[in-house]
């Protein structure tokens, strides 16, 4: 069974395949970079085959936007389904490849679809942080506990301040021993659910704007 044919040229009477690395540097050197090295070649190469293997976990509706061939989503596909280790090498090699061919458009878009999907982790993180803010800001000045419930009059005001009574008796003062060792005082089921009370009112749709009368 014959194989088929690769796409390419030849150039003094060598064939070069589209894709390989000789190829990207004739192009490279058509355009005037010869400055570009063989060593920066391989390092093009090696991000764009990372960059295919971070399009493994691409959520399938960030996928669907990509103007991609069918012959990388086919090889993506398979690599997902190949469980071998040097099978799955091989096949990544195969996909760096064809992450090579592609346009400097569609690689910009493949890194801002990476990034939209990372987006709901640092938007967690950040709410995170300002729900231990507001936490111990509550548990230390009852004038935040007012400010508080001005931002966020949804708040069940009686269970809020309960809560954060509690949890100040439940804050042992730390003694001198403790101090000099850096050993925060020991914290209760109370400070816990602070924490738990403002994050759920921080994570409603209309907490930002709430937030913002800060």
Known sequence: MSRKPKKGYYVKGQFVAEGSELDLELKRELKGDTEISKTDLKRESAELQKLGEELLTLRADLMARLDLSDKLRDALNDAKRITNFEGRRRQMQFIGKLMRLLDPVVIEAIHAALAEQRAPSARETQLLHAAEQWRDRLIADD??????????????TQQLRALVRQARKDAKPADKAAVSQGLAPRQGRAYREVFQLVREQLSTPDASSDNDHE
Not at 143 to 156: L, R
């Open 143 to 156: 004038d935040a506990v007012a400010q508080w419930i001005n931002n966020f009059p949804q708040t069940d």
